[in-house]
């Protein structure tokens, strides 16, 4: 739940129409719409293309014929640029007649027409029962452990991947029983010239307890200038956007029938960690590539 | 959003047609083309489905296409059945002894996409057109150089009677 809690007067209510509004809000499998998909598909091309020169790298080490907890990195503030080329990328790989869901942040789900657009892409909010229930049901599903913590780092950390301690990730796949798929980005970062994360501020203005906002990120960004929060999102600069999906982890092979959580988690990230600093390595200029 | 390209060859349209009919011959000629898998018990043919993924910009796009034109040795022609709606087609013709024309066709678009479908599909075309235009200028160095071959083949032949 992303909303403070009702005192007081008409408390019932405001709850009764809270839930009501919330569980719209969290999105469905079911509200996942192909036919809008394929229609969406595009202009995400075109921007992907023209705009952030994208490309997406070994796509074929995604199980082809059975789900998998695709694990990433995230960047871009809250405007995800690799998520929306990944998209893209998957749909046109697979095509859209393959299930996908990804998990976003329940305040993302919650803007007025962004949200249904993400809610008809697959997007559910960031809950472990969604997770478990499209992976049960046979779809790979994209989760982002570092959340708002990760895509709100400054530019200049652009190359790390920090999610934080953040271990839930490893307890669905084993409980799901199914493979770790790294996937990768570079360039998210450099769509704006982010500053600082904010964390004391959030916590200081107790958002951390109203909706469930560790960060108050503050950045330079286009059309704002100073852009404090980035709750309207920003213009991204065209930065170059490159992302690779790294060969699919089998947690029970690699690790044995008892997998242990630290392990995986060290093992997940260092091989992100490693396959990011290739993809740094490559890059020349900020925002260029 | 349809594109035409073409190209002359110093070859028979059976020669051409014998090229094309194999699959397994796509993945050297077809520009951009990462993936061509025959998918189903049937390698050509009318009705052959297969799975193929072709890189264009910042996308592998591709799906399930099936042949729904097979006349020897003119046509061959499929649609795409799952994934990014397109159909394409190979065109031979007989230009003077031993000459072909291919002419390559393709056809792409989304229903719905509206403003942004359009102005997409008007944006790819000169991504397309040059990937269309590198295909057929493989697929002419592979088949004449098969069409070498077979008359190599042919003046051994000849040779290896005259002696005997």
Redesign the interface.
Known sequence: MYFAEPQGIGSRAVRFLRERASARLRGRLEDRDP?YI??A???L??L???Y?????RD??NVPADRPALLVGNHSGGNIIVDTF?FS??FS??F???RPFHQLAHNLAMAWPIAGEMLRKSGTMSASHEHAEEALAAGAPVLVYPGGDWETHRPSWESDRIDFAERKGFVRLALDAGVPIVPVVSIGGQETALFLTRGAGLAKALRLDRLLRLKVLPISIALPWGLNVGDFAGHLPLPSKITIEVLPAIDLEREFGPDPDVDEVYEHVTSQMQEALDGLAAERRFPVIG | MRIDESIRVAAPPETVWHYLEDPEHYLHFMSGVTHWEVVGEKPNGLGARYRILVRVGAAEVGGLVEMVEWNEPFDIAWHSVTGVDHRGRWRIRERGEGQSRIEYRFAYGVVGGGVPGLVTQIAAAPVVRRQMRRTLRQLKRQVEHEQRRLEAELRRATRQAARA
């Open positions: 036919d394929r229609e598909l595009p202009l091309w075109l992907s293309t023209f952030f020169r994208a490309e997406v796509l074929g080329v893209l990328a046109t790989f095509g859209v007649e």
